[in-house]
C-alpha cells in the first residue's frame, strides 16, 4: 500500500516507489514486479506475444507455434496464470462432449507486453541515439 511520503525526485517522481500505486490500488508493488519478471522468460515473454498479437488460443494451438512440449508450455502458462497476465477459460463446442480449454492475454499482460517489452524493442535504435556515451553532446 502506498505510504504517501512528500519527498520526490527530479521529474516529479515520488522518493518511494511505491508512493506511485494510488490508494485504491487494486495491485500491490510486489505484484507489478511480479508480472514483469514473469515475462522476462523468453518461453512465457513467446507465450504471451501470442496470445496479445494473435488471440486467445488453445494449448495444441501455442505448443505448435512456440514447439514446445505439453509439460513445459502447462509449466509456464500457470506462471503466466498466477501472475494475472493471462487468464485459462474453458468453454463447450457444439458437438463436442466435454469443455474446449483456451488462454487469453488479460488487460495486464496486454499492457506488459505493448507499452512494456514491445515498445522497448521497438525503440532500440532510438534509445541507443539517446545514450550513445561515444557522442558528445
Do not use: C, W
Request: hydrophobic share 35%; proline share 2%.
Amino acid at each position: 500500500m502506498a505510504t504517501n511520503h512528500t519527498q520526490t525526485l527530479s521529474g516529479g517522481f515520488p522518493e518511494d516507489p511505491e508512493d506511485l500505486l494510488s490508494d485504491d490500488s487494486i495491485l500491490s508493488l510486489d505484484e507489478y514486479l511480479a508480472m514483469h519478471a514473469a515475462v522476462g522468460h523468453r518461453t512465457r515473454y513467446e507465450i504471451l506475444y501470442r496470445l496479445v498479437h494473435g488471440g486467445a488460443m488453445s494449448p495444441k494451438e501455442l505448443e505448435a507455434a512456440i514447439n514446445i512440449d505439453d509439460s513445459t508450455l502447462h509449466y509456464h502458462l500457470n506462471k503466466l496464470v498466477d501472475v494475472g497476465l493471462v487468464e485459462k477459460r474453458q468453454r463447450t463446442e457444439r458437438g463436442q462432449e466435454g469443455l474446449y480449454t483456451y488462454y487469453r492475454a488479460t488487460v495486464f499482460g496486454n499492457v506488459t507486453l505493448t507499452e512494456g517489452v514491445d515498445e522497448l524493442i521497438k525503440g532500440e535504435q532510438e534509445f541507443e541515439a539517446i545514450y550513445d556515451s561515444s557522442t558528445e553532446s
